[in-house]
Structures are given as C-alpha cells and as structure tokens.
C-alpha cells in the first residue's frame, strides 16, 4: 500500500492541493505522510509520522517554499519500521541536484540491490526499500533523471508506483505488471499523477487515463511526454486486493469501477453459497458493496448491523499485533436492534489472520445474534504478499493453515463460505491473466527469491554483506 500524488499547476496552489489529495488517500497509509514542492531550483521536503491532519501543522505547510510542482505520500509499512527516517517522499541527489521520491509497492531483489550499491560505496541511512530506488538513481552515470530512472527500472524486481520530483520535472514510472495503481489527471494550469482517481476529483482534476503497467511519464511545464519503452511483460498484475479491499470503492482501476466490482462479487457470493436469512450485514465499510450485492441477489434485506467508528484507522494496517486487537475493540460497535433474534448473513471483504473476525462473531454473539453465515467476498488467502501488503508470514494466514470448515468452527460461525476464484474474477471483469492473485493461489507473477519466501521482506533483517 502508501500514497502517492504529484502535481504541476501554474495556477493552483500546489501544496494545497497536495495536502488535500493526501487526504482522499489517506486509506492507503496512516502511518506517516509527507510533501516535496519545488520552487524551480530547489526540492524542499517536509515529512512526519501520523495521519496527514496530525502530521503536518501550519508552520510546516509555512515552512515550504512557494512553487508550481509538488508531490506527496501516505505510508504504510511493509519493508522498513515505522520512523520517520523510512516516511516518504525520500531526498536523495541526482548530478548535484537535490530531488525526492515517492513511492508505492515492494521490491523483492532488496538483498541483491543493496549488496551492489553497497560496493559501489554507498551508505544507507534508512531501512526502507525506496532508498534502494534513490541510491541506484545517484550512483547511476546516465545524464538526465529520465535515463537514469530507466537504466535503475531494469534492474528493479517486484511492484513499484513511484513519483520523483526535480526542480523542473515530475517522473512517474508503473512496474511492467501494473501491480499497483497509478493514474494521470488534467488539472487547471497542469497535471497530476495520483494512485487513485478519487485523489484527482478532490482538487479539482478530471481524470485522463491509467499509466500503464511498464510506462513513465514527464510532466514539465511544457506538457507531458511518455515512455512506454519497459513494457515487456506477457501478462499483467494487477493486485485483485486491490479490487476487493485496498483502494478506495469510488475508484477505478483498469476502467473497472471498484464499488460496482464489489456489489458483483457479492451477488456471485450468494449464487455460490446460498443460505436462509433475516438479514444481511456487512463489516464495514470495505465489505458493505458485497453485503448489497449478497442482498439484492438472494432478496434477503440489508441492514446495518454494526456501526464504525470513523475515527480509528483500518486496523489490517496498523503495524503490530497489539495495535490491531485494540483497534478492533475501538473501531465497531453493533446495533443491537438489527441483530438480536436475528438469522444474520455477515458478509466481509476477506480473512486474513482470522482476529477481527472471530472477535466480531463474539460481539455479535453477544448482543443476541441468533445465527451467524459468515460470507466472504474473496477466496482462502493463502499466500504471503511480497508486493507491498502486510499479510507476512504463512504461519500468520488462517486459511493457510486450516480447512474452511475448520476456519468456520474456530470463528464460531454456523456456516461459512468463500467465493471461488472464478467469481472473485468473473465479478471484477478482467482477464485472469491481467491480475495478481498471488495471496490466493500462490501464482506469484514477480519471482521471489527463495531467500525472503515465507517471511517478511525487511531490509531491518537483512545484514549488509
Ligand atoms: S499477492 Fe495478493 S495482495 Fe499481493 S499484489 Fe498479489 S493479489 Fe495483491
């Protein structure tokens, strides 16, 4: 996950719309957030940990020089502790010049670039895969930062989305896969680049198209020029969490509105594990399109059962175990009415560890639910992710470790049932060959080197050789 936004306007102001478009982001990242501006000469950056309305303050925003191009990022952790040394967008230099990089996704040949740049004299000052990306760009001999993010993009294995910002340009590049999302918008005086078009509306942008998997784009002020050159893949990834969890659902990825993709995947639910009912609930909000897609499909009305607060970020993402069982326990509160005496299909999004399910079924239980169906708009995750989703390890996985039925008993559930893969891919209206369904069957369409496999990518445990 993170977000990423870049922006040239010689009419708005960029570090406003920055900050906002951060916002309409922010469910991409919660743990850090930061801004670059450049005033034509110089790229001056800011950077804090915590959600953009806690991170920054007015002096903050004060502090950075007036310009007419910016980017931005919204963090969230998968290689790299949570410090502000590992917040995005990361300063390196390029020719002498200062300039910075945002970036969304992960990289799995972390060891090989790191040894390489190591013994070209290079010295690290954080733990996150991105420096890798600035280090290669610095030590690269090419003579633009065009070229030299080439000549580095052919040497990087696994998802990336990235922006950099030099005082007179913004370069945004797309892995060859499209593993993550990124798009391109017209906005009043210029361009934008966004990880997702909700972020373009916000500041006023209107949408062109997606950058695609394998192409870099220039924006200057002169306009905007492209580079299709590293597309050279047979097949596509697109991230299927994405769809189905991850971006917001009043995105499109592919052209493929997400909210509509979700009410599908939730009418192919019901078609495949039909049940008898009261009345659908969802766990919200990423599973609400689901349960109204479950519900217009079987009839069975939709209600709102449990109620979140808003408040407190998703807890999928918050960094360590103890963080997320408190977040569960703050972030949903049921409505009793709806649920007491009541035969209630729950419908979710997806299972990952199984800890926010279970404890949900017991709130449920709780106030009187008399049957609980627990649904899921997605198949068994079985797999880590080394694409940038903190899914870690496979021991963590249930459904890597336990049959439905058996997952079913553990939740405490009175049936359980999991869209196949065929629905997952049938409702989200794109060829099976154009996603990433890794964490679902294992398929990894970046190889990942046998020696990260099975566990978490972190440049914190890897030893410098
Ligand atoms: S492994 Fe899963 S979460 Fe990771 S990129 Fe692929 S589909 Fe997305």
Redesign the pocket.
């Known amino acids: 996950m993170c977000g990423i936004f870049g922006i040239y306007s010689n009419k708005l102001n960029v570090i406003e719309s920055t900050y906002f478009s951060l916002f309409a982001l922010q469910h991409r990242g919660q743990e850090s957030a930061g801004i670059s501006v450049s005033n034509g000469e110089q790229v001056h950056t800011v950077k804090k940990l915590g959600l953009i309305s806690q991170a920054f303050t007015k002096e903050d925003m004060d502090s950075l020089p007036k310009g007419e191009m910016a980017i931005g990022h919204v963090r969230y952790s998968t290689t790299g502790s949570c410090t502000v040394e590992n917040a995005h967008p990361f300063a390196f230099m390029f020719k002498g010049t200062y300039m910075s990089l945002a970036h969304n996704g992960n990289l799995v040949n972390i060891q090989e670039l790191r040894d390489w740049c190591l013994s070209k004299g290079f010295r690290f000052n954080s733990s996150s895969d991105t420096e890798l990306i600035t280090a290669m760009i610095t030590l690269s001999e090419k003579d633009t930062i065009e070229e030299a993010i080439g000549e580095v993009a052919k040497r990087l294995h696994g998802?990336y989305s990235f922006i950099v910002l030099a005082p007179d340009k913004i370069v945004g590049l797309r892995d060859p896969f499209g593993?993550r999302p990124m798009v391109l918008g017209e906005i009043p005086g210029g361009y934008a680049i966004a990880s997702e078009d909700c972020a373009l509306g916000v500041v006023g942008a209107q949408y062109m198209r997606e950058i695609m998997p394998g192409e870099m784009v220039v924006i200057t002020k002169n306009g905007t020029t492209t580079n299709r050159g590293f597309e050279h893949q047979d097949r596509l990834a697109n991230?299927?969490?994405e769809f189905l969890y991850f971006a917001r659902p009043d995105s499109s990825i592919s052209g493929k509105n997400l909210y509509e993709a979700r009410v599908r995947m939730g009418r192919n639910l019901y078609r495949e594990h039909p049940v008898d009912a009261d009345s659908v609930i969802s766990v919200p909000d990423s599973g609400t399109p689901a349960a109204i897609g479950f519900s217009r499909e079987s009839g069975i009305p939709f209600a709102e059962g449990l109620i979140k607060n808003r408040y407190i970020g998703r807890t999928f993402i918050q960094p360590d175990q103890l963080l997320r069982e408190v977040g569960v326990r703050l972030k949903l509160n049921p409505i009793i009415s709806a649920i007491k005496n009541k035969r209630i299909v729950l419908v979710d999004d997806s299972i990952v560890r199984g800890t926010t399910s279970k404890k949900i079924v017991k709130l449920l239980r709780s106030v009187g639910a008399k049957e609980i169906h627990m649904r899921i708009s997605a198949p068994e995750v079985k797999w880590p992710?080394f694409?940038g989703?903190d899914t870690e390890s496979q021991k963590e996985l249930i459904a890597a470790n336990h049959s439905v039925d058996e997952i079913g008993r553990i939740l405490d559930v009175d049936s359980i049932g999991y869209l196949s893969m065929k629905g997952l891919v049938n409702a989200i209206h794109l060829p099976k060959d154009h996603l990433?369904?890794?964490?679902f069957n294992g398929d990894y369409p970046v190889k990942v080197p046998d020696t990260i496999q099975r566990s978490k990518i972190s440049l914190d445990n890897i030893k410098s050789s």
């Open positions: 998802a593993i991230c299927a969490f992710c694409y989703i990433c369904l890794a964490c």
